[in-house]
């Protein structure tokens, strides 16, 4: 199936919303990234980012060579968007059950997943990652988000439900941001910071300084956290997202309407600030049962 009739608890979360809903996150995310709300993947040095496609689908191979999981391994998709990565993932021969609290994106993954052909291996539904009570204790083999958990209210919380749905041997892996803002860097800097994180509704983002992460899921209860950073993989995409930012920043700053086009902030922000930003990688699992076996992880080729 598809789509599941469970209704789910949801956080109210306005902010979150009315970030989605803006007419430049819903056209520029369209028009740039053809609906997908990640980064690509580029060798490091690379200065053209063309074609982005085949950057988003290099990440989201990345993601999967993470997760090192066997075929048929199901993964939970915690903030699926309009579903690329979960369908991606299915086709590496993963099941994927897919939640986002955004309605329209779960409309549109939902005719995504069918258009692939692939409803028997991905169900979506609406769901909140901060209440997964509806998900069985230690039912899945994985958990991924992809620039997700930065708008969580509770990030201790949602790692808390990813431990407890988990196997035991089970893989979370998280493609998050993170930041290092010297304390005498100038003040113009954490305003933008600051702005960005509160207009694209990215409250837990303010408190991932580098290195937060991997404590808070290390606190979670998971062990053997690896962090990685790709944020020289991340730069030309970043690169493009600023030259396309330029001209349009400087009137929407010139005019204080910075709220209604935050990702434009961003852009500026993220590639100007590039060594203070970060973008990493945090990779986990969940303690086996010594009474119950895990399952193997599947080999690299």
Known sequence: MGTSETTPLINQNPDLQSYYASLESRIGYRLILGGTRHFGYYEPGTWW?????????????????????????????????????????????????????????????????????????????????????????ESLDGVYTMETIVHATDPKAVLEGFFRVLKPGGSIVLFEYAHSIPQDAPAEVAKM???????????ANADFEHGTLPSLVQ???????????????????????????????????????????????????GYRYFDIHRYVTVRATKPANPDQPSFEPKKEQ
């Open 193 to 203: 910071f600051d702005q960005v994180n509160e207009y694209a509704a990215m409250p």
């Open 49 to 137: 980012p063309f074609p982005v496609k085949k950057a988003l689908r290099r990440m989201e191979d990345h993601l999967f060579d993470t997760l090192r999981l066997p075929a048929g391994a199901t993964v939970l998709d915690a903030g699926c968007g309009h579903g690329h990565v979960a369908i991606h993932m299915a086709r590496r021969n993963l099941n994927v059950q897919a939640i986002d609290v955004v309605e329209r994106h779960v409309a549109r993954a939902q005719r995504n997943v069918l258009a692939a052909g692939l409803p028997n291996a991905i169900t979506v539904q609406r769901g909140d990652y901060h209440h997964l009570e509806g998900v069985p204790t």
């Open 219 to 269: 606190g979670a209860g998971f062990e053997e956290v690896e962090m990685g950073d790709l944020s020289e993989n991340v730069k030309p995409m970043l690169r493009l997202f600023f030259l396309l930012a330029y001209i349009p920043y400087i009137i929407i700053r010139f005019l204080g309407i910075e709220k209604y086009f935050v990702n434009t902030v961003a852009a500026i922000v």
